[in-house]
């Protein structure tokens, strides 16, 4: 697992390092991505000395993180009866509690996720209102759904035609024929 040092900076700060990392990404392939793309993953994580699982599950946090988890705080952070303390302590269970999504994104060749995480999980606790969270927090979902797009832009989707979808005819058809096998 990475390492990375408690972030000391205000919100502000915080916003500006992830906005100048999501500047940094927007056009051009970020070299750990770049990395990836090629199998090179620095932490040896992908089962079976293989690539694929780290793309996989990239794929997927990636989404599931920015597309789902980080609009769904920004979208609670607008009821008017949530208090401020008890949307940070959510969002941090739900990206660095028990289980710390940006370090595990780091450990699968995304080398600056874990620092920038941390920056941003850090600076929640700088924070006077919801509108401060809302920019910090937008910062934050705008860099990972960033990485997604490119982590979903080199994704092998090819593959997907050695798993194509069979009818309930065709699984029957296969049945009766494996079948058949044992009476010639």
Known sequence: MSLTSKFEGDWREAKAIIE??????????????????????????????????????????????????????????????????TLNRITKEFLTGTF????????????????????????????????????????MMTYITRMHRWIHSIFPWNLGVAFPHRTPTEVANLAKLVSMQGEI
């Open 100 to 139: 710390n999504v940006f370090a595990f994104m780091t450990d699968l060749g995304l080398a600056n996720m874990h620092h920038i995480g941390q920056i941003y999980s850090d600076a929640l606790d700088d924070l006077q209102t919801a509108d401060e969270y809302v920019e910090l927090t937008g910062a």
């Open 20 to 85: 100048k990392e999501i500047d940094r990404i927007w056009l051009d392939e970020p070299e750990d991505v770049h990395k990836i793309r090629w199998g090179i993953i620095d932490s040896g994580a992908g089962s079976g000395e293989q690539a694929f699982s780290v793309l996989v599950h990239l794929e997927a946090y990636l989404m599931l993180v920015g597309a789902e988890v980080m609009y769904r705080l920004l979208k609670i952070s607008k009821y008017p009866d949530l208090p401020l303390a």
